[in-house]
């Protein structure tokens, strides 16, 4: 099938940058991105290209590009799905608040609605691309919702999942390790295949597009997130472990990972990872594991979240009791409150948990984060529900400038691995604390001999 429109459900982190390459990449075909949120579409047409909503380096380039060619975003969700050959499903699938399975399972209503859509208004032959990252076998429960129409149409469902970090989305789209599809093993499902591999060939080299069956790809992406998470909580529970004995992190990590079976990435001790994807892809493979009665395998991956949340939680009483046990009335400076770097997303970053503690010591916090509004913070803050919004409004202070951010503070915590940290006057920020002024580096990215040789007090994760 040649193809010349696709649409994509759901205008997020993943469905408007992974668009907006496809566009740019393959200027011979439509590329619609639909959104039900009038808000974010619209500034997803924002002519000044500083105001589209998602940040990520390059992505504002590629938008300015393609927009208006043949990329275009849009709150016509029917009319985009009746045209298009492909659909990809982009939406949310995010840790369920309700009912079974819930806080582990994935919540798929807005999967389901998106299939009992494209069921009432397809009228031709399409190919459904699940590319939000879901459960193995939902394409089975899709396939079900599809092929029950009774209006004769043929649908062909593949699993694309998408393994984009933030920060680093335009690089990771433009260049990837691999593309993963699955789809059915008949021959329908082979032409299926074929077609979105030919969609990705304008720019990734073939032999990087991996074909598996449907439910290997499912399963795939939520392995690949446990492994990467796994990661980052064994190099985290070794941290502590440096604390108390004398060793460094980062020596540890710079030595295991020169074994070529190891690998020097994804070793970064820190606070404790955050993001919208890791926490809520182990629950969900921790709920399916137990719904097969795989209990040894849920405890196994369990083991990760129950170690992240530890790693959050010994940061804050850290602070608390390094600061002579009480922060009461303390002002204390966030630098970071984005989940990771060069992003604006703050989903489950671990700043909103260590925040929260220290608010339940009634600290004074002082957010500075290039990218993220004070209204986003508070929204962060609330949602925990941990107190009154009011309560949550006094205790942060947020400030445009991370000098301001740092007057008369007892601390800083470093919760965010944002470049400009590192070049700041930290003399400057120095002289204008209380003293003893101390520093406590969630992300181990500033030199201890300079902190010190200024007059800090200098705590870093697992040194
Ligand atoms: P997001 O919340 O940023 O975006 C989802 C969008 O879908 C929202 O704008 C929402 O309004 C829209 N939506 C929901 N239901 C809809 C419907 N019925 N019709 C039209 N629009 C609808 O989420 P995201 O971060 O882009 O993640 C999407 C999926 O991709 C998730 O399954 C996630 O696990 C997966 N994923 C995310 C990342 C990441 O880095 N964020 C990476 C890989 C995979
Ligand atoms: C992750 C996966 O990397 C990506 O493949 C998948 O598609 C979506 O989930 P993302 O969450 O966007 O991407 O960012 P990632 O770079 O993986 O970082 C996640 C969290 O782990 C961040 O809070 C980051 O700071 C933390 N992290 C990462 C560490 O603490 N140490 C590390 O060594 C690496």
Redesign the pocket.
């Known amino acids: 099938m040649k193809i010349t429109k696709i649409c994509c459900?759901?205008?997020?982190?993943?469905?408007?940058p992974t668009m907006a390459v496809i566009a740019q990449k393959c200027p011979h075909i439509q590329v619609k991105v639909?959104?039900?949120?009038a808000e974010?579409i619209a500034a997803w047409n924002d002519e000044d290209l500083n105001n589209i909503p998602?940040y990520e380096p390059g992505l504002d380039a590629i938008v300015g590009e393609a927009r208006g060619r043949n990329l275009f975003f849009s709150t016509e969700?029917e009319k985009a799905i009746d045209e298009a050959q492909i659909i990809f499903i982009?939406?949310?699938?995010?840790t369920k608040t309700y009912g079974k399975g819930k806080g582990m399972a994935?919540d798929l209503k807005?999967?389901e609605?998106?299939a009992r859509?494209i069921a009432k208004i397809a009228k031709d032959d399409k190919i459904v691309v699940e590319?939000?990252?879901?459960p193995v076998r939902t394409a089975e429960a899709i396939k079900s919702i599809l092929d029950n129409t009774g209006n004769g149409v043929q649908f062909q469902i593949l699993s694309n999942?998408?393994?984009?970090?933030?920060g680093t989305?335009v690089s990771d789209l433009l260049n990837p390790d691999r593309i993963l599809i699955g789809g059915d093993t008949t021959a329908e499902g082979q032409e299926a295949i074929q077609t979105l591999v030919d969609v990705y060939a304008n720019w990734v080299p073939t032999d990087k597009i991996l074909t598996t069956n449907v439910w290997s790809s499912e399963l795939s992406?939520l392995t690949a997130?446990a492994f990467l998470a796994q990661r980052i909580s064994s190099i985290n529970a070794m941290s502590e472990l440096c604390e108390k004995t004398g060793a460094d992190v980062n020596e540890v990590a710079k030595a295991i990972g020169m074994d070529s079976r190891i690998g020097p990435k994804f070793l970064k001790a820190s606070v404790g990872f955050g993001?919208?994807?890791f926490q809520?892809?182990i629950l969900n493979l921790v709920y399916i594991a137990k719904s097969y009665g795989l209990n040894e395998v849920a405890d196994y991956w369990e083991q990760v979240i129950i170690m992240n949340d530890h790693q959050k939680r010994r940061f804050s009483s850290n602070i608390v009791q390094t600061l002579y046990n009480t922060v009461s009335d303390k002002k204390i400076t966030f630098l970071g409150w984005a989940f990771k770097k060069d992003t604006n997303?703050t989903?489950e970053s671990a700043a909103i948990y260590v925040a929260d503690d220290l608010i339940n010591e009634n600290a004074k916090i002082a957010v500075y984060d290039p990218k993220v509004s004070r209204k986003k913070i508070l929204a962060d803050l609330d949602y925990l529900e941990s107190r009154k919004a009011e309560d949550n409004a006094n205790a942060i202070l947020s400030f445009e400038d991370p000098y301001e951010a740092s007057k008369g503070a007892h601390a800083i915590a470093v919760l965010t691995e944002w470049d400009e940290f590192v070049q700041y006057d930290w003399q400057r920020i120095y002289d204008s604390m209380q003293k003893p002024a101390f520093v406590f580096d969630g992300r181990n990215i500033l030199n201890r001999a300079e902190m010190e040789s200024i007059g800090f007090v200098y705590q870093a994760i697992g040194s």
């Open positions: 459900i759901g205008a997020g982190y993943v469905g408007g639909v959104d039900l949120n974010r998602i969700v982009s939406v949310n699938t995010p994935a807005y999967i609605l998106c859509q590319k939000s990252t879901l999942p998408e393994f984009l970090a933030e989305a992406k997130n993001g919208s994807c809520k892809d997303d989903r």
